[in-house]
C-alpha cells in the first residue's frame, strides 16, 4: 500500500462512517481494555497516542469512553490471565500491544470480544488472522515489523563502528519473535562476514549479566533487538552502553532520546494511534474482519550526536543526511 493511500485509509476515516453508528453511540459510555506486555511508567506517550487516535474517531476517556489498564511489565507469562480478567469485565474492544503475546493472550481469551493488536510479529503465522487483508475473525490491528528489521539495523551499525571484530546482539528468548531476529542477523552476519555473539536476557539479572560478558569478550558494538521487555528497560540499557563505553543500535527513537546512539524503525506513536484508531471505528461499528492489518511504510533513522561525542565514536556525514532526526 502506499503512503499516501495509508494516510487517506486512517485520515479520511471519519468521513466514511455511518451517521447511524455515531447517533448509536451518543450518551452511551464504553468500556475498553488496554492490554500491554510493557510497564506503565515508561509507557506514557504510548497511551497518549493511543488516545489520540481514539480522539480522532470520537471517542474521550471520561466522556464516552472509560479504559480498563492491564500491565503485564514484561513478563509475558502474566498476559493470559490478565486477557482473561479483560474478558470477565466484558469490555467492548481489547487493545493488546506491547508485543505479539498480548495479541495470542487475547485471542486464546475470546472468539467474541474484538481484538486490535499491536504487533511486530507476523499475525497471519501467529494465528491472529486469516490474511493481513481480511482477517476474517475477531481480531486485527497495526503489524510495525520491528522485529524483521535486525539485519538492516546491524549494518548500520556496522557503518558507524566498522573496525568491530565483534558485535553483541542483545535479545529476548522469551519473545516469540526471537529465532526470527536470530537468524536475521545469523544471515546478515554470514553475507558480510561479521562475527557476533547472542546474548540472551529476559530479566533484569540478565541485562546486567549481558553487558558483562560483552566486557569480557571486547565487543566494539552492540545491536538491541527488538522487544518490548528491552523496551521498557530502555534507560537502564542506555546507562550501561554509556558507563561501558560500547556503540549501540535499538530499535524505536524512544531509546535515541533516552540518549542512546541511535535507532532504526517505525514511529512507535504512529502505531499506537493507528491502534487507537481502529478501536474507535470497531466502536462505530466496523468489524474487525474486514479491516485490514496496517504496515507503517515509514521508517526513521535517529542519531544521538552528543552520545557519539562522549563515546568517540565518528557519524559520517552521508550517514546524518540519511537521518531523519538528529539530537544534537
Known sequence: MRRRQFITLLGGAAATWPLAARAQQAGKIY????????SPGESASA???????????GYTEGKNLGIEFRWAEGQYERLPALAADLVRRQVAVIAATGGPASGQAAKAATATIPIVFLSGADPVHEGLVASLNRPGGNATGVNPLLPA??????????????????????????TPFFDLQVNDVQETTRRVGQQVHILRASSDENIEAAFTTMAELRAGALLVCADPFMLSRRERLVALAARHTIPAIYEVREYAIAGGLMSYG????????????????????????????????????????????????????????LSDEVIE
Open 31 to 38: 468500556r475498553i481494555g488496554f492490554l500491554s506486555g510493557r
Open 47 to 57: 497511551v497518549v497516542a493511543f488516545r489520540k487516535g481514539l480522539g480522532e474517531t
Open 149 to 174: 528489521m535486525e539485519g538492516k539495523r546491524l549494518g548500520l551499525l556496522r557503518e558507524v563502528v566498522p573496525n568491530a571484530a565483534l558485535i553483541g546482539v542483545l535479545a529476548n528468548p522469551a
Open 266 to 321: 517505525v514511529s512507535l506513536a504512529d502505531a499506537y494511534r493507528m491502534a487507537g484508531v481502529y478501536t474507535g471505528r470497531i466502536l462505530n461499528g466496523e468489524r474487525p474482519a474486514e479491516l485490514p492489518v496496517l504496515q507503517p511504510t515509514k521508517f526513521e533513522l535517529v542519531i544521538n550526536v552528543k552520545t557519539a561525542k562522549a563515546l568517540g565514536v565518528k557519524i559520517s556525514d552521508d550517514l546524518l543526511s
